[in-house]
């Protein structure tokens, strides 16, 4: 795409807008050096691309019916068959509409994608279809993964598995609906606020958010770079572990990583819990839209652990109530500048850049069509950015490290925390007659216990643990950063009762 030299008119335009009053006044010599520098934009299409090539041929895909996908699981369906072998072989795979998979369209719940068609495979992706899985689909989440509810997708709202017109989480809320209907046998989500963890409580399955990095993101649309984070959806503790065996460690272009190795997660997982030591966070019970009968099930399966050997002890973090405002304060200039002012990605980081995918969000930009939430993290982030520009990010990203040292000091003395996952079971879909206020209350309203390990990047594990008048209830394991094997030790205990 080259860049066409500016008239002196436009170049005026611009310098009036950015401040520079002088050139605006006198826009000729700059318009003469800006022409002569356009030229390197042509010498840049002259480098070859290191394209990451899936290899694959031409895929079949169809979009399926109300009908054929009553609760809107599905974006696309597909099979594309993996290595004949492997650890995964024979299971079929949902991946996340926010995920590329080459050949297979991805609209990351968005307008602006409906007719985006990737050319690669994400890393996880290639690494599970190498291990023998089939991806049989892309599942629907939220419009740019930006809700904790199943109503902004631009295709229409996702119902939860246990009650039609009831919300089924989000933002990776087909991912949880396709394991209860059978549809699949894993699946993988995204997670930047929740939105692993948010659907698998309300739907009832397994989900991770693993430690910040452990897994690639290569290849995901992205919110922001500092809560990045991509797991596995499962109907068990078991399944969750290995299908994180597969996807994990470290894959030379995802900046978020240090060079981790994850592996052997199912080693220990039926080890049992004797001895370990069980913190129930206190400021993750009562809070804002809870449920009491929710925090009664959680705080019940907790006390069950300490009759399987456990030591289980309330234990206070003061700062956990705060959380979600530091959460807020990224997110809101994070998600503008990434995915509304960016073509739906980061910058200044050594990543390998969905090139596709920015071109065809630069080419098919629809702010009319943004639901209620995306349009007040717009407003917000704007009218923060006029006030302090960046300030309020680098202060709160600063502030996270207090919050991360917060828990650090309860892991030191506990091998796990417990919260609810979400603070309530599934709740209704919203009205559209009700305004925007209803539907941005129904986004955010879930996420005040998992918002802040996506700040604070340590693994969280939501595993069922009950219900309440049928409808799911999720209990939250967090742990060290990189012990996962402790959190499906402590899952599968659960499991098992």
Not at 273 to 282: F, M, P
Not at 307 to 315: F, I, L, N, S, T
Not at 430 to 456: C, K, L, Q, R, Y
Request: charged share 20%; with cysteine.
């Amino acid at each position: 795409m080259s860049v066409r030299p500016p008239t002196t008119a436009q170049v005026a335009d611009l310098a009036a807008r950015i401040g520079y009053a002088d050139i605006a006044a006198a826009p000729e010599e700059y318009t003469a050096m800006i022409a002569g520098m356009t030229g390197v934009y042509d010498a840049l299409d002259a480098i070859p691309d290191p394209q990451v090539s899936s290899g694959r041929d031409a895929v079949r895909y169809s979009v399926p019916t109300s009908a054929g996908d009553p609760h809107h699981a599905w974006e696309v369906r597909t099979s594309v068959h993996g290595a004949p072998s492997g650890p995964l072989q024979g299971v079929r795979l949902g991946v996340k509409d926010s995920i590329l998979v080459a050949g297979v369209p991805m609209r990351n719940g968005s307008a602006e994608l409906e007719t985006f068609v990737p050319d690669e495979d994400a890393t996880v992706v290639a690494r599970a279809l190498a291990a023998g899985a089939e991806l049989v689909g892309k599942t629907t989440n939220e419009y740019f993964c930006m809700s904790g509810g199943s109503h902004t997708a631009a295709t229409g709202v996702v119902h939860n598995p246990h009650r039609r017109g009831w919300s089924a989480g989000g933002s990776s809320s087909g991912s949880a609906v396709a394991l209860v209907t059978g549809d699949a046998d894993m699946t993988l989500g995204a997670d930047q606020a929740g939105s692993i963890r948010m659907p698998a409580s309300w739907c009832g399955v397994v989900g991770l958010k693993p430690t910040y990095g452990l897994v690639p993101y290569t290849g995901i649309a992205t919110l922001d770079g500092f809560f990045d984070h991509v797991g596995p959806m499962t109907r068990t503790v078991v399944d969750n572990a290995r299908l994180l065996e597969v996807i994990a460690g470290p894959d030379g272009f995802d900046p978020r990583q240090r060079g981790e190795v994850g592996g052997g997660y199912r080693d220990t997982i039926d080890d049992g819990i004797e001895g370990l030591r069980i913190g129930v966070l206190t400021e993750g019970f009562g809070t804002e839209h809870a449920e009491a009968e929710v925090d009664r099930i959680v705080r019940g399966v907790a006390e069950s652990l300490r009759r399987q050997g456990a030591v289980v002890e309330d234990v206070s973090i003061p700062l956990h109530a705060l959380a979600p405002a530091l959460w807020t304060a990224i997110a809101i200039e994070g998600m503008a500048e990434t995915v509304l002012r960016n073509q739906g990605f980061g910058f200044g980081r050594p990543d390998r850049y969905p090139v596709d995918m920015m071109r065809h969000l630069f080419d098919h930009r629809a702010a009319e069509a943004h639901p209620a939430n995306v349009r007040l993290f717009t407003l917000v982030g704007a009218h923060v950015d006029q006030q302090a520009g960046r300030l309020h990010y680098a202060k709160a990203v600063n502030r996270a490290r207090v919050l991360r040292a917060a828990y650090d000091d309860a892991l030191a003395r506990y091998d796990v925390l417990v919260t609810p996952t979400t603070p309530q079971t599934a709740r209704p879909l919203p009205d559209p007659s009700h305004g925007p206020g209803a539907s941005i209350g129904a986004s955010i309203e879930m996420s005040a216990n998992t918002t802040p390990f996506n700040v604070t990047h340590h693994p969280a594990l939501s595993v069922p643990c009950g219900d309440v008048d049928g409808l799911p209830v999720g209990i939250q394991l967090v742990g060290k950063h990189f012990d996962e094997a402790t959190l499906y030790r402590v899952g599968r205990a659960i499991e098992q009762r």
